[in-house]
């Protein structure tokens, strides 16, 4: 089953892949590494989810944010391979940031259905090394922001 029938099958469809917000680039290749820079709640008509995590949005809101950030990895490994989801060989591992005030300690949970959406689009080969770490801001007030390695 390919990647991009996985995906169908959750409902997701992956948008052209957003523009950095600064100056670096959205991934770099090196060998059989594809590194995807931290991907912001950005939805395909161009809305963030913005604000703290346990002061201005709630634990789902963080969960929605962190399901866009995937599905942006998710379109810059398709820009990187060429519209080829199938190139990838593995998740290794993805680093969440929550944006998120000191006494919220549910990071893990934020950052559940990112991982969970890359185990269902890859299978055994989605299941990735993780970090979910808490931070007072993000660039533009994001929510969450999510980093990705990949193999290819």
Same mark, same amino acid.
């Not at 944006?99 to 990071?107: E, G, H, L, Y």
């Given at each position: 089953?390919?990647?991009?029938?996985?995906?169908?099958?959750?409902?997701?469809?992956?948008?052209?892949?957003?523009?950095?917000?600064?100056?670096?680039?959205?991934?770099?290749?090196? =060998?059989? @590494?594809?590194? *995807?820079?931290?991907? $912001?709640?950005?939805?395909? +008509?161009?809305?963030?989810?913005?604000?703290? &995590?346990g002061?201005?949005?709630?634990?789902?809101?963080?969960?929605?944010?962190?399901?866009?950030?995937?599905? =942006?990895? @998710?379109?810059? *490994?398709?820009?990187? $391979?060429?519209?080829?989801? +199938?190139?990838?060989?593995?998740?290794?591992? &993805?680093?969440?940031?929550v944006?998120?005030?000191?006494?919220?300690?549910?990071?893990p949970?934020v950052?559940?259905?990112?991982s969970?959406i890359?185990?269902?689009?890859?299978?055994?080969?989605?299941?990735?090394?993780?970090?979910?770490?808490?931070?007072?801001?993000?660039?533009?007030?994001?929510?969450?922001?999510?980093?990705?390695?990949?193999?290819?």
């Open positions: 089953m390919s990647v991009t029938n996985n995906l169908s099958k959750l409902n997701l469809s992956i948008p052209d892949a957003p523009e950095p917000v600064g100056a670096y680039v959205a991934f770099k290749k090196i =060998n059989n @590494l594809l590194y *995807v820079s931290g991907q $912001l709640p950005i939805s395909s +008509d161009g809305k963030m989810i913005k604000g703290t &995590i002061k201005d949005l709630t634990l789902e809101d963080g969960q929605r944010a962190s399901k866009l950030c995937v599905v =942006n990895i @998710l379109a810059q *490994v398709k820009k990187a $391979l060429n519209d080829d989801l +199938d190139k990838v060989k593995n998740c290794i591992k &993805i680093t969440g940031y944006n998120s005030t000191s006494a919220f300690i549910d990071q949970k950052i559940n259905p990112a969970e890359l185990s269902a689009a890859f299978g055994s080969c989605g299941k990735h090394a993780r970090a979910a770490v808490s931070t007072n801001s993000l660039p533009l007030d994001a929510a969450v922001e999510i980093d990705a390695i990949f193999e290819i």
